[in-house]
């Protein structure tokens, strides 16, 4: 079967370092996005990794490890304006347009 | 440059009546998906079309539900009679081409369906 699991909520201090994690188990894999969405949005795109590694992109980076199927997301210097659900979807190798996608773990940003 | 664009944003029907949903894809992209978000639950993939054809229609019911992607105008989401279970957040994405590359989707602000 495919399964993507993320922890449901986390709580974190502004201005602190916070790592989201996601473990994935699909048919095929052919890369993982990391979206934001804030209550009541649209998700935005923060991130691809398609090859083991850690990408930088200002204050989030994201990591992937595709032998233990494994991925997380970094935040530094939280704001408070990050408060929200971080998704994580896995595109599928046999159909790239499609993205499992996992139930989004809630950030809560605390002074 | 307008981004997807979805409307309503809010739709309210009783049961058993017919709701549409309307999606337009940012300006040059040929690529509609469409997905179902629960309350506290993650994005669920319904349908993907391109114009005037669908590709793929897995994560749609058989039943009652119906997408189309028209040669002029937006991507259509169409619900028949409606019941209290449909009451969900309907997100629209496009992206410029499909199939073999992982092209990043652009999310509407999506119309949420409350069924009473």
């Known amino acids: 079967g495919q399964n993507i699991d993320q922890p449901t909520e986390m709580t974190a201090t502004e201005g602190a370092i916070v790592q989201i994690n996601c473990t994935y188990q699909?048919?095929?894999?052919?890369?993982l996005f990391w979206y934001q969405q804030h209550a009541g949005e649209a998700p935005t795109f923060l991130s691809y990794?398609?090859l083991d590694g850690l990408e930088e992109k200002g204050r989030f980076s994201s990591f992937l490890s595709r032998s233990k199927g494994y991925s997380y997301l970094l935040l530094k210097e939280l704001q408070m304006k990050d408060s929200a659900s971080y998704l994580c979807a896995v595109s599928k190798a046999d159909s790239n347009y499609q993205l499992i996608w996992g139930a989004g773990t809630k950030l809560i940003i605390k002074p | 440059n307008a981004g997807v664009m979805q409307n309503p944003r809010h739709l309210v029907r009783r049961r058993g009546q017919e709701a549409r949903l309307r999606c337009s894809p940012m300006?040059?992209?040929?690529?509609v998906y469409w997905y179902r978000q629960l309350p506290e639950e993650g994005l669920k993939f319904m349908v993907y079309l391109q114009k005037e054809n669908i590709i793929d229609e897995s994560g749609m019911p058989k039943e009652r539900f119906s997408a189309e992607f028209p040669k002029e105008g937006p991507s259509i989401l169409r619900i028949q009679q409606v019941v209290r279970g449909d009451s969900a957040a309907y997100f629209c994405?496009?992206?410029?081409?499909?199939?073999?590359?992982?092209?990043?989707?652009?999310f509407g602000q999506g119309t949420r369906l409350t069924v009473v």
């Open positions: 994405a496009s992206s410029p081409q499909g199939g073999q590359e992982n092209t990043e989707a652009f």
């Open positions: 990794n398609v």
């Open positions: 300006k040059g992209h040929s690529h």
């Open positions: 699909t048919s095929g894999f052919n890369g």
